[in-house]
Protein backbone atom coordinates (compact mmCIF):
# COMPACT_ATOMS: atom_id res chain seq x y z
CA UNK A 1 0.00 0.00 0.00
CA UNK A 2 1.67 3.41 -1.41
CA UNK A 3 0.97 6.21 0.70
CA UNK A 4 1.91 9.96 -0.28
CA UNK A 5 2.03 12.95 2.18
CA UNK A 6 2.15 16.69 0.88
CA UNK A 7 1.61 20.13 2.43
CA UNK A 8 3.19 23.74 2.97
CA UNK A 9 6.49 23.58 4.96
CA UNK A 10 5.25 23.41 8.67
CA UNK A 11 2.10 21.66 8.13
CA UNK A 12 3.38 18.18 9.92
CA UNK A 13 3.51 15.95 7.53
CA UNK A 14 6.88 14.58 7.64
CA UNK A 15 6.44 14.21 11.99
CA UNK A 16 3.29 12.80 10.97
CA UNK A 17 4.46 10.23 8.41
CA UNK A 18 7.48 9.06 11.14
CA UNK A 19 4.20 8.83 13.68
CA UNK A 20 2.15 7.12 10.99
CA UNK A 21 5.20 4.24 10.21
CA UNK A 22 5.96 3.93 13.76
CA UNK A 23 2.52 3.27 14.27
CA UNK A 24 1.95 0.82 11.80
CA UNK A 25 5.20 -1.20 13.32
CA UNK A 26 3.95 -1.64 16.11
CA UNK A 27 0.73 -3.48 15.15
CA UNK A 28 3.27 -5.52 13.99
CA UNK A 29 3.08 -4.51 9.94
CA UNK A 30 5.89 -3.90 7.94
CA UNK A 31 6.06 -0.73 6.92
CA UNK A 32 8.82 1.38 5.10
CA UNK A 33 9.20 5.52 5.27
CA UNK A 34 10.51 7.31 2.20
CA UNK A 35 11.28 10.86 1.73
CA UNK A 36 11.23 12.66 -1.23
CA UNK A 37 12.94 16.03 -0.42
CA UNK A 38 14.46 18.68 -2.79
CA UNK A 39 17.56 19.78 -0.27
CA UNK A 40 15.40 23.27 -0.24
CA UNK A 41 16.21 23.94 2.92
CA UNK A 42 20.39 23.26 2.77
CA UNK A 43 19.86 25.74 -0.14
CA UNK A 44 17.61 27.93 1.67
CA UNK A 45 20.34 27.65 5.19
CA UNK A 46 23.13 27.83 2.36
CA UNK A 47 21.87 31.43 0.53
CA UNK A 48 21.32 32.71 4.60
CA UNK A 49 24.63 31.67 5.35
CA UNK A 50 27.09 33.47 2.37
CA UNK A 51 24.48 35.88 1.48
CA UNK A 52 23.42 34.59 -1.81
CA UNK A 53 20.45 35.45 -3.89
CA UNK A 54 19.29 32.82 -5.57
CA UNK A 55 17.25 32.95 -8.70
CA UNK A 56 13.92 31.21 -9.21
CA UNK A 57 14.64 29.43 -11.89
CA UNK A 58 17.98 28.21 -11.06
CA UNK A 59 16.51 27.24 -7.41
CA UNK A 60 13.81 25.19 -9.20
CA UNK A 61 16.43 23.39 -11.73
CA UNK A 62 18.57 22.03 -8.77
CA UNK A 63 15.49 21.48 -6.19
CA UNK A 64 13.40 19.08 -8.75
CA UNK A 65 16.80 17.24 -10.46
CA UNK A 66 17.38 16.18 -6.72
CA UNK A 67 13.67 15.54 -5.25
CA UNK A 68 13.50 13.77 -9.37
CA UNK A 69 16.06 11.10 -8.18
CA UNK A 70 14.45 10.81 -4.54
CA UNK A 71 11.27 10.26 -6.32
CA UNK A 72 12.45 7.53 -9.05
CA UNK A 73 14.69 5.86 -6.73
CA UNK A 74 12.13 5.37 -4.21
CA UNK A 75 9.27 4.35 -6.45
CA UNK A 76 11.59 1.93 -7.08
CA UNK A 77 11.89 0.74 -3.36
CA UNK A 78 8.20 1.14 -3.12
CA UNK A 79 7.94 -1.37 -5.69
CA UNK A 80 10.54 -3.97 -3.78
CA UNK A 81 8.52 -3.71 -0.38
CA UNK A 82 5.99 -5.68 1.04
CA UNK A 83 4.13 -3.35 2.73
CA UNK A 84 2.70 -0.24 4.02
CA UNK A 85 5.04 2.39 2.20
CA UNK A 86 4.60 6.07 2.85
CA UNK A 87 6.34 8.59 1.19
CA UNK A 88 6.72 12.27 2.45
CA UNK A 89 6.52 14.48 -0.43
CA UNK A 90 6.53 13.93 -4.06
CA UNK A 91 6.45 15.63 -7.43
CA UNK A 92 3.24 18.04 -6.82
CA UNK A 93 5.58 20.08 -3.99
CA UNK A 94 7.70 20.88 -6.87
CA UNK A 95 4.70 21.64 -9.00
CA UNK A 96 3.29 24.02 -6.38
CA UNK A 97 6.97 25.38 -5.31
CA UNK A 98 6.89 26.14 -9.40
CA UNK A 99 3.77 27.82 -9.40
CA UNK A 100 4.06 30.02 -6.10
CA UNK A 101 7.19 31.25 -7.53
CA UNK A 102 5.26 32.51 -11.05
CA UNK A 103 6.55 29.58 -12.66
CA UNK A 104 5.44 27.12 -15.49
CA UNK A 105 4.69 23.79 -14.39
CA UNK A 106 6.79 21.89 -17.39
CA UNK A 107 5.73 18.97 -19.53
CA UNK A 108 8.29 16.73 -17.43
CA UNK A 109 6.32 16.35 -14.37
CA UNK A 110 3.22 15.87 -15.29
CA UNK A 111 3.74 13.39 -17.98
CA UNK A 112 5.88 11.62 -14.88
CA UNK A 113 3.21 11.58 -12.65
CA UNK A 114 1.06 10.34 -14.99
CA UNK A 115 3.34 7.51 -15.58
CA UNK A 116 4.57 6.66 -11.85
CA UNK A 117 2.32 4.56 -10.30
CA UNK A 118 -0.47 6.27 -8.72
CA UNK A 119 -0.68 5.80 -4.61
CA UNK A 120 -3.44 4.34 -2.82
CA UNK A 121 -4.41 7.27 -0.55
CA UNK A 122 -2.68 11.07 -1.30
CA UNK A 123 -2.87 12.92 1.99
CA UNK A 124 -2.90 16.83 1.82
CA UNK A 125 -1.91 18.44 5.09
CA UNK A 126 -3.85 22.00 5.03
CA UNK A 127 -3.08 24.65 7.88
CA UNK A 128 -3.15 28.27 8.45
CA UNK A 129 0.15 30.07 6.66
CA UNK A 130 0.30 31.68 10.61
CA UNK A 131 0.39 27.86 12.18
CA UNK A 132 2.87 26.75 9.97
CA UNK A 133 5.49 29.67 10.48
CA UNK A 134 4.62 29.72 14.20
CA UNK A 135 6.14 26.05 13.72
CA UNK A 136 8.60 26.38 11.44
CA UNK A 137 9.91 29.18 13.55
CA UNK A 138 9.77 27.35 16.48
CA UNK A 139 12.25 24.89 14.92
CA UNK A 140 14.90 27.01 13.97
CA UNK A 141 16.01 25.36 11.23
CA UNK A 142 14.79 27.06 8.22
CA UNK A 143 13.23 30.49 6.86
CA UNK A 144 9.76 30.95 5.79
CA UNK A 145 7.93 34.24 5.66
CA UNK A 146 4.11 34.17 6.53
CA UNK A 147 3.56 35.47 2.51
CA UNK A 148 6.15 32.71 1.24
CA UNK A 149 3.69 29.97 3.16
CA UNK A 150 0.79 31.33 1.80
CA UNK A 151 1.58 31.54 -1.95
CA UNK A 152 2.64 27.86 -1.18
CA UNK A 153 -0.61 27.12 -0.01
CA UNK A 154 -2.55 28.48 -2.87
CA UNK A 155 -0.58 26.98 -5.10
CA UNK A 156 -0.87 23.83 -4.21
CA UNK A 157 -4.75 24.34 -4.00
CA UNK A 158 -4.87 25.71 -7.66
CA UNK A 159 -2.97 22.27 -8.36
CA UNK A 160 -5.24 20.28 -11.01
CA UNK A 161 -4.28 17.06 -8.91
CA UNK A 162 -5.77 18.64 -5.77
CA UNK A 163 -9.76 17.76 -6.38
CA UNK A 164 -7.74 14.03 -6.16
CA UNK A 165 -6.06 14.86 -2.65
CA UNK A 166 -7.83 13.79 0.97
CA UNK A 167 -7.57 16.70 2.81
CA UNK A 168 -6.30 16.45 6.54
CA UNK A 169 -6.84 19.84 8.58
CA UNK A 170 -3.18 19.94 10.50
CA UNK A 171 -3.59 22.37 12.89
CA UNK A 172 -4.82 19.91 14.97
CA UNK A 173 -2.60 18.00 17.69
CA UNK A 174 0.00 15.44 16.67
CA UNK A 175 -2.33 12.59 18.01
CA UNK A 176 -5.29 13.72 16.34
CA UNK A 177 -3.64 13.73 12.71
CA UNK A 178 -1.88 10.38 13.51
CA UNK A 179 -5.45 8.88 14.30
CA UNK A 180 -7.32 10.54 11.36
CA UNK A 181 -4.46 9.15 9.31
CA UNK A 182 -4.60 6.00 10.67
CA UNK A 183 -8.46 5.98 10.11
CA UNK A 184 -8.02 6.56 6.84
CA UNK A 185 -4.96 4.28 5.98
CA UNK A 186 -7.80 1.63 7.54
CA UNK A 187 -10.58 2.82 5.22
CA UNK A 188 -8.07 2.88 1.90
CA UNK A 189 -7.11 -0.67 3.02
CA UNK A 190 -10.81 -2.20 3.61
CA UNK A 191 -12.26 -0.55 0.76
CA UNK A 192 -13.75 -3.68 -1.63
CA UNK A 193 -12.22 -4.04 -5.07
CA UNK A 194 -14.48 -2.72 -7.69
CA UNK A 195 -15.66 -5.45 -10.01
CA UNK A 196 -14.87 -5.28 -13.84
CA UNK A 197 -17.44 -5.30 -16.38
CA UNK A 198 -17.71 -8.05 -18.01
Known amino acids: MLIVLTGIDGSGKTTAAHALVDSARAEGRSALLLSNHAARRRMSLLSARFGWKVA ?23 RQFDGLVVMDRHLHCQLALRQASGLRRGPLLPWLLKKLP ?17 RVMARGTDKETPADLQAFRSAYHSLPEFDGFVVVHAAETPERVLAELNRLVSATR ?9
Open 118 to 134: SPDLHVHFDVDPRVAHH
Open 56 to 78: PRVSDFVETGVRLFNVLVNHVRA
Open 190 to 198: KEPAVPHPN
